[in-house]
């Protein structure tokens, strides 16, 4: 069941807090962009080291890789991008409204294959034309359906301006990885099976881009390619849909809003393909894909660039075309599917409050320290030695400061943050009663809790929180 109004409440928290801002607002905007604010980027970051904690320092055989996000226009060829890589558009007569046909028909369980040609695709939707409505108007009124082609192109290097031989921007951030898998093998010499991990950016021109982060027209995708030997594929496909799942439930996703879905589909060269979908205000829908893609795209690219792409086996000389093993997550789905899970409301102390029940790993920040009264220097300056204490005591970690507002309002501000921890000096830390002296109240964040503890165990609670 849609939540509309979920998705209105994530949307305005995630500007009002400096998480995500419209792209361009002061020009009225762009279409299908958007910015990371201050504690967006730290989210996203957060997300990002979790990710890659995962996928290169945790995995045996596992190389990072960051490449350049231009690339030969034969890149896009061989991939298949420039011919096959569109999309169904048709566009209200009433309202100019252009809607993605494969998504409104299967919104109504009727299946697009990607294969289809315009003649076939007019066909099915003329099948189907009564029971799809303008999300805009309502009208059933649409235009002939066009194949639209999503690739992003720039005049780089481009000094005749005819355009004849553009330059794209990436379509999907994992062509790099392809391009630069015979670099990896010759200077890191790995022992098939091996992986490389890498966040590149995308960009598509999305026909419709809607639901926030979801569908932009750039964004960033987390890719790994695991590269098999032929026919070695099934049980490091099952290891890897499970890996991911996992993964999901370490930041702190709770499990039933996560599901793993089986494409009904296969493009030709694929073994297999399941998307991770999360069940977002409007559904379950697509989060990340884990694909079996055989040798097609090594075997494209060793076509098209007639570079040899055979892996030659160290020990029996054996040479083949790995077969490769993808796993592609978006992160601002990833980012909006963290907001969705851990938003909460309750009515604590009596009060209605806005919380963000994020893992203390993810937390954009970790804790805030403020004086409880923000006129009284002795506090000011015993608050601002603590927090140099925590800084010291964490490296690495952001401690906020707030002492804007009465503490009950610092509160509310961090919990609508996802702050797991508040620590507040006053004057007890001074040493008014002398037993408490140097001790600090540490707040909880989704209880309300509040304790009494010195300053080295709070670095403590806040280290093991995080780790
Ligand atoms: P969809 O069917 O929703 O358009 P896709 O199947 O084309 O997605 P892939 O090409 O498999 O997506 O890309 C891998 C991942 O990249 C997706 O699972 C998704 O998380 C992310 N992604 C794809 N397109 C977008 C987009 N326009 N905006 C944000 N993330 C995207």
Redesign the pocket.
């Known amino acids: 069941m849609a939540d509309q109004n979920l998705m209105e409440k994530i949307v305005s928290l995630a500007k009002r807090r400096g998480f995500v801002y419209p792209g361009s607002e002061i020009y009225g905007g762009l279409a299908?962009t958007f910015d990371y604010g201050p504690h967006g980027v730290e989210l996203l970051n957060n997300l990002k080291r979790a990710w890659w904690d995962a996928n290169v320092y945790q995995k045996d055989n596992f190389y990072g890789l960051d490449a350049g996000m231009f690339k030969n226009p034969r890149t896009w060829e061989a991939s298949g991008h420039t011919s096959g890589f569109s999309?169904p558009l048709a566009e209200c007569k009433k309202c100019n409204t252009r809607i993605r046909v494969d998504?409104e028909l299967d919104a109504i369980g009727v299946t697009a294959d990607e294969k289809m040609s315009e003649e076939e695709i007019n066909k099915l939707f003329d099948e189907h034309r009564a029971e799809i409505a303008c999300p805009k108007c309502g009208a059933h009124d649409f235009s002939r359906v066009r194949k639209f082609n999503l690739l992003v192109k720039s005049n780089l290097g481009d000094f005749t301006s005819d355009g004849s031989e553009p330059v794209y921007l990436p379509g999907?951030a994992c062509q790099g990885i392809y391009l630069d898998y015979k670099n990896v093998v010759d200077s890191m010499h790995p022992k098939i099976p091996f992986g490389v991990a890498q966040i590149g950016k995308?960009f598509?021109n999305?026909i419709s881009?809607r639901n926030f982060?979801?569908?932009?027209?750039e964004?960033e995708?987390a890719?790994t390619q695991l590269f098999v030997k032929p026919n070695e594929n099934k049980e490091p496909y099952e290891t890897l849909k499970k890996e991911r799942m996992d993964w999901y439930l370490s930041i702190g996703i709770r499990p039933d809003n996560l599901r793993l879905k089986q494409h009904a589909n296969l493009v030709f060269y694929a073994k297999d393909a399941w998307?991770i979908e999360y069940n977002y205000p409007w559904g379950f829908?697509?989060?990340?894909?884990i694909?079996d893609r055989s040798d097609y795209d090594l075997t494209q690219h060793m076509q098209f660039s007639g570079a040899d792409l055979n892996y030659t086996d160290p020990e029996t000389g054996e040479k083949y075309i790995p077969w490769i093993l993808e796993t592609?997550?978006?992160?601002?789905?990833?980012f909006l599917a963290v907001l969705a899970d851990a938003y909460r409301e309750d009515g604590l102390g009596g009060e209605a409050r806005t919380y963000l029940s994020l893992s203390p790993k993810i937390a954009p920040v970790k804790a805030m320290v403020s004086p409880l009264l923000k006129n009284k220097p002795e506090l000011v300056e015993k608050a601002r030695e603590v927090r140099a204490a925590l800084r010291a005591a964490l490296p690495g970690v952001a401690i906020a400061w707030d002492d804007n507002g009465n503490i009950g309002k610092r509160y509310r501000r961090q919990d609508e943050i996802g702050t797991p921890f508040c620590v507040t000096i006053d004057f007890d830390t001074l040493g008014e009663k002398q037993e408490l002296k140097d001790t600090v109240t540490l707040r909880h964040r989704d209880s309300g809790e509040q304790e009494r503890l010195s300053i080295r165990e709070v670095a403590e609670r806040i280290s093991r929180a995080i780790s």
């Not at 982060?213 to 027209?217: H, K």
């Not at 829908?285 to 894909?289: F, I, M, R, S, T």
Request: no cysteine; glycine share 14%; aromatic share 6%.
């Open positions: 299908g999309d998504k999907e995308a598509r999305e881009p982060l979801f569908r932009t027209r964004f995708q890719d998307d829908d697509e989060l990340e894909g694909h592609s997550m978006g992160m601002g789905r990833l």
